[in-house]
């Protein structure tokens, strides 16, 4: 049995889904979007953070490894 749906409305429908989808993301993407975000900022929190974690990690490095080493012979001993 064939098919009795006609390409021409299916494409037509489609093509009008694309293009809202689309002129909702222009809007969503336009320059005046309050909710957009300040990239460079997020940038330099996200280094300022990692460089903060190896600082501390670098410190605390003997210490850390110490207390680990420690809770393995402990649990190894029982």
Not at 37 to 58: I, R
């Amino acid at each position: 049995m064939k098919s009795t749906t006609k390409p021409l409305p299916r494409l037509t429908a489609l093509l009008g889904l694309l293009a809202l989808a689309l002129s909702g993301l222009r809007g969503r993407l336009s320059a005046d979007d309050p909710d957009r975000g300040d990239v460079p900022g997020w940038v330099m929190l996200t280094l300022m953070s990692a460089v903060l974690v190896a600082g501390l990690l670098l410190v605390a490095q003997p210490a850390l490894e110490g207390l680990f080493q420690d809770a393995m012979a402990r649990v190894s001993q029982n």
